[in-house]
């Protein structure tokens, strides 16, 4: 039975403004709770794949921050926690020899916080890796930093190891928004000097990150941080809305005001000159560019497969997704019992449950592939999500050209709504029933 597009229209209102939808999928870890099962995540082989290593450690702990991490050890520890990274690594190599790498990032928690010597451990382990794997043409690897913990050194380290795009946190220039959040706000000459010697170094692309939506944020205050990116000019910016579930305070999100916020942000930087898609928090100074490493961009707009190393870390592939060991604050006391490469979670999920994902990781780019879709969810994609598709088309809330459904401006208003209806379950029992979307 086809859903009317009445009924769609009223389910996407009933949903509207509720901070439960967004782009964080699935909506409740529980749902996945009867996926659940035992053994390593089976990867495609003769696929392309990318590598994503965790390194938990900050200088200091910012509230907002939703993913696993803690205050920088002694150095012993540090240096215990990459070799057995190391030794997870070289393991998963072992096994699948020949593998095409079509990214690597290195992310955290913050991968340049390390000393100087376990932070050069940290780039050989990459080196190491790459050197056994063959590269995919438009490879192109990225480690996360902030202006804290990044030193002309390790800047040079990073560069000599052909790791040439850098993707610095700002958040927020404003002290008064960063403070009560245990972040600290970098002064413009702190940044200004940073970027210069990333450059001086052979770094190519400075990436600045952004967020809105966070308590205390104004217009006032982000026009101080566009003005900010207007000094700074790196090659690339990106921009993060707070979500629901990354604040454990009481604070109420109001999805309005961070619409508003973000359409003041896209306005801004492309006036500025910088190139974006509406709804795409991404954005570039090169027109080619769609302002990501390799590792992200496959991941968001193809949904290729990776594997993520340390703890916590997130992999992902045509049989399901997993987590490894680890999660929230980090216990350092085990480290060196801990194995990063081991899932503590790894869900066998069916295709509607990994398309739903792609769709989730997608929605950053304020849209999805329908070619990826039909890979992914299966041939009766067009069967199951045309009506909603048609509906949400005639209400101007999206638009398709060519190969990409993109949500317009009015219908990036209520996003997480709307990717919520390409959210399907498999409908149990019926002979030749399709996947259905659960309404
Ligand atoms: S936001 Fe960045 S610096 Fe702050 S705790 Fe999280 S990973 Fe560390």
């Not at 009481?250 to 005001?257: H, Q, T």
């Not at 973000?262 to 709804?279: A, I, N, P, S």
Request: with cysteine; aromatic share 12%.
């Amino acid at each position: 039975m086809t859903t009317s597009s009445s009924d769609i229209m009223r389910i996407l209102k009933d949903r509207t403004d509720n901070p439960l939808y967004n782009t964080s999928y699935p909506l409740s870890p529980s749902d996945w709770s009867r996926f659940n099962t035992n053994g390593p995540l089976p990867f495609n082989t003769a696929m392309p794949i990318a590598f994503y290593i965790h390194i938990p450690f900050c200088k200091r702990l910012c509230s907002f921050c939703e993913y696993s991490r803690t205050l920088l050890p002694s150095q012993e520890l540090q240096s215990a926690y990459l070799k057995t990274l190391r030794n997870d690594i070289a393991e998963f190599m072992n096994q699948k020899p020949d593998l095409l790498l079509y990214g690597f990032d290195i992310g955290g928690g913050t991968p340049t916080s390390p000393d100087t010597q376990p932070f050069e451990n940290l780039i050989n382990i990459y080196r190491e890796t790459i050197g056994r794997t063959n590269l995919s043409p438009d490879f192109e690897p990225s480690i996360e930093s902030t202006f804290e913990t990044l030193t002309p050194q390790k800047a040079r380290i990073i560069a000599d190891a052909g790791i040439h795009r850098i993707s610095l946190g700002v958040q927020s220039s404003s002290k008064s928004v960063l403070s009560p959040l245990n972040r600290q706000t970098e002064k413009i000459e702190t940044m200004h000097r940073t970027i210069d010697f990333a450059r001086n170094a052979g770094i190519k692309k400075i990436n600045l990150d952004l967020m809105y939506g966070l308590p205390g944020q104004s217009m006032e205050s982000i026009r101080q941080d566009i003005r900010t990116i207007d000094i700074l000019r790196p090659e690339q910016v990106t921009v993060y809305e707070l979500r629901t579930n990354q604040l454990k305070t009481a604070y109420k999100i109001n999805n309005r005001l961070s619409y508003d916020e973000y359409c003041f942000l896209f306005d801004e930087l492309t006036g500025m000159g910088y190139h974006g898609v509406f709804g795409q928090n991404t954005f570039s100074m090169d027109p080619l560019d769609k302002g990501l490493s390799s590792y992200l961009r496959h991941r968001m707009f193809d949904g290729w497969q990776y594997k993520g190393f340390g703890i916590s870390a997130q992999s992902m592939s045509h049989a399901g997704l997993s987590y490894n060991t680890g999660k929230g604050e980090v216990d350092m006391k085990h480290i060196s019992e801990l194995r990063t490469n081991e899932s503590s979670c790894h869900y066998a999920l069916p295709p509607e449950e990994v398309f739903a994902k792609y769709v989730a990781i997608s929605g950053y780019s304020g849209g999805f592939s329908l070619k990826t879709a039909r890979r992914l969810y299966g041939d009766c994609f067009d069967f199951d999500f045309g009506n909603i598709i048609s509906a949400l088309e005639t209400e101007g809330l999206l638009t398709i050209k060519d190969d990409r459904l993109q949500l317009t401006r009015t219908g990036y208003r209520h996003y997480g709504a709307i990717l919520s209806l390409f959210y399907a379950k498999k409908k149990g029992g019926a002979v030749n029933e399709p996947h259905r979307p659960v309404f």
